[in-house]
């Protein structure tokens, strides 16, 4: 059975998963309408990890004999001016995403709660993997500055991404 606070925290998580879902489709809005459409692929099955992310926490919840609630999504922002811009603002959310998860974390070891802790485990390591992939692909952006050519060959590299179920 999970505590209140442990049941509060979950669902606080599960909308911080939704909303990055909603955001990165946002951002896949946006490198689409620029004609981006490698960059708008990869962040389109960004998009999709983050909803497999929240039915993780979504079925820990009911698994638990918790109760599930959903909560409004805040509207995601999409005046990018850039590429550069949009994978910025992508590591600063999933630099949040990590402090929330681990704050949640630290909550679920103060009340002895294990299987919470062994399940944010998986959360933690992801975690790892997603800031270092954006601040990678920062890194990459920077390095090709305004060189197009060298845009393009990015924009068509990331754009085989292809998600986890195709
Ligand atoms: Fe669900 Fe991007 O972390």
């Known amino acids: 059975m999970l505590s209140k606070t442990i049941e509060a925290g979950l669902n606080k998580q ?30 389109k099955v960004q998009a999709g990890e983050e909803l497999e992310h929240m039915h993780r926490l979504f079925t820990f919840v ?45 909550v679920a070891i103060e009340e002895k709660d294990y299987a919470t802790q062994s399940h944010l485990k998986w959360f933690i390591d992801e975690q790892v993997e997603e800031e270092k992939i954006t601040r990678e692909i920062e890194g990459l952006l920077d ?15 990331l754009g085989e991404r292809a998600s986890k179920d195709s």
């Not at 909308?15 to 962040?43: C, P, R």
């Open 14 to 43: 599960i909308n911080y998963e939704a909303s990055a879902w909603y955001n990165y489709l946002a951002m896949s809005a946006w490198f689409e309408h620029a004609n981006w459409t490698g960059f708008a692929q990869w962040m």
């Open 62 to 106: 009911n698994d638990r004999g918790g109760k599930v609630a959903l909560e409004k999504i805040e509207k995601p922002s999409a005046d990018f001016k850039q590429p550069r811009e949009v994978f910025t603002r992508a590591t600063e959310m999933e630099r949040q995403n990590t402090k929330s998860i681990h704050a949640l974390y630290a």
């Open 143 to 157: 390095l090709a500055g305004n060189d197009q050519s060298a845009l393009l060959m990015l924009n068509r590299q």
